[in-house]
């Protein structure tokens, strides 16, 4: 990966960090490495625990998936993973958070 690429990852992943602390969630962790995948934002809302995979493109090409399924499968066993981990979290959620120029959008669970 680029450095132009990283930079501009790791400039997703604040923006939408800030949007999820503006929505009332205490940001956990960023790039939190797990035996199953690295998770981009790891956030706490009451007494849920939400992971989040955050994707920037400069432009969407039509009909890509943001996600593939293999990657799907990674972030909720690395989900699994995290709140075994956390005794407090009742529940787990997986979101993406897709961001196009600066244009964020909240997808929802994956």
């Known amino acids: 990966m680029t450095k132009d690429r990283r930079r ?7 923006l939408a960090a800030a949007s999820y602390v503006a929505r009332g969630h205490r940001i956990l962790g960023r790039g939190v490495h797990t035996p199953l995948a690295e998770v981009d934002l790891v956030c706490r809302r009451g007494r849920q625990l939400v992971v989040v995979e955050v994707k920037r493109r400069r432009q969407a090409p039509k009909g890509v998936p943001w996600v593939s399924a293999e990657q799907t499968e990674r972030l909720y066993a690395a989900a699994a993973w995290l709140r075994r981990r956390e005794r407090w979290a009742e529940s787990v959620r997986v979101e993406l958070v897709t961001i196009e120029g600066w244009r964020l959008r909240h997808r929802g669970a994956l």
């Open 8 to 14: 501009l990852g790791s400039r997703g992943e604040l």
